[in-house]
């Protein structure tokens, strides 16, 4: 196939495009998509949507004209659609929507699962028991041979899985009512802050078992750069994960951590008379 096969949107009427590993025919808004009848499907486009998306497409149709803030507080979102889905793990909302009285022994997780706001902040005590359910259900699903590929949740693994997560929130922190922050951490050389954030969606976060039960960032949101084009010129605005440097020793290992979890960026520039003005240290690789 050429090139121009390959479905492509340019400059779409509705000023935004958006791919969150989704299918490219819902890559902007409605009346500007492409119509996949259009293109061979041998090629094995994508289909379907994920949480990403979907949750996008949500918040940029209340919006006709967007500010600079309203695009980064879409880009920050921490939250669930609703229902939600994941095009990998099919029937996930089976897990906000269990009858307490139908599972007597884990009622308390169930009711806080079904009354959850859906935000993954730090301070949410439902969004702890969610986190270790993904986490155990993503393990035992690629344990079992599921994963990666296409599954669809049953209701009893999305109870074993809310059965693990009381078990193990009992088990290191004595509750089942742990604030996120406190069982969810982003964590390198000395540094351990707290972080919101989940697996699909906007602002996502990928985390593992640590030990003494936390659950230590791993992926997701790493370097994130903001860029515009105003009136003053181009703009930019970025953030790493950590630092940027990978050496332990460098004061720059562990010091934009807490702007990270906080959702702060940093000024950046790319006009090489001020990197020189401001550079702590030139030096030439040779």
Not at 8 to 21: A, H, K, R
Not at 68 to 81: G, Q, R, T
Not at 215 to 221: L, Q, S, T
Request: net charge negative; with cysteine; hydrophobic share 35%.
């Amino acid at each position: 196939h050429p090139r121009k096969d390959l479905p492509q949107v340019l400059n779409p009427p509705s000023g935004y495009l958006v791919n969150t590993n989704h299918t490219p025919f819902n890559c902007t808004a409605p009346e500007d998509n492409l119509n996949p009848e259009d293109y061979d499907e041998t090629m094995g486009f994508l289909t379907d949507d994920n949480n990403r998306s979907l949750r996008y497409h949500a918040l940029i149709a209340a919006y006709d004209k967007l500010s600079w803030e309203e695009f980064k507080a879409l880009k920050y979102d921490i939250s669930f659609a609703k229902p939600v889905h994941n095009n990998f793990m099919l029937g996930i909302e089976k897990l906000l929507s269990l009858d307490a009285g139908k599972y007597p022994g884990i009622a308390e997780e169930v009711k806080m699962l079904n009354s959850w706001d859906r935000e993954t902040d730090i301070n949410s005590e439902a969004a702890s028991i969610v986190i270790l359910c993904i986490e155990f259900m993503v393990n035992e699903l690629v344990e079992a041979g599921k994963l990666p590929g296409v599954t669809t949740l049953t209701e009893e693994e999305v109870v074993t899985a809310v059965r693990f997560a009381q078990k193990h929130l009992l088990k290191y922190f004595k509750t089942v009512h742990v604030p996120l922050g406190d069982i969810q951490r982003h964590i390198r050389g000395d540094v351990s802050l707290p972080v919101g954030g989940a697996p699909d969606i906007l602002a996502a976060l990928h985390t593992e078992f640590y030990k003494n039960g936390i659950m230590k960032a791993r992926a997701g949101d790493s370097y994130i750069e903001f860029v515009r084009y105003s009136k003053d010129g181009m703009e930019i605005e970025t953030i790493n994960c950590y630092g940027a440097s990978n050496k332990p020793d460098s004061p720059h290992y562990t010091d934009q951590m807490e702007m990270f979890v906080n959702k702060q960026t940093k000024t950046m520039t790319l006009d090489k008379e001020t990197i020189f003005r401001e550079a702590v240290r030139k030096y030439h690789p040779k």
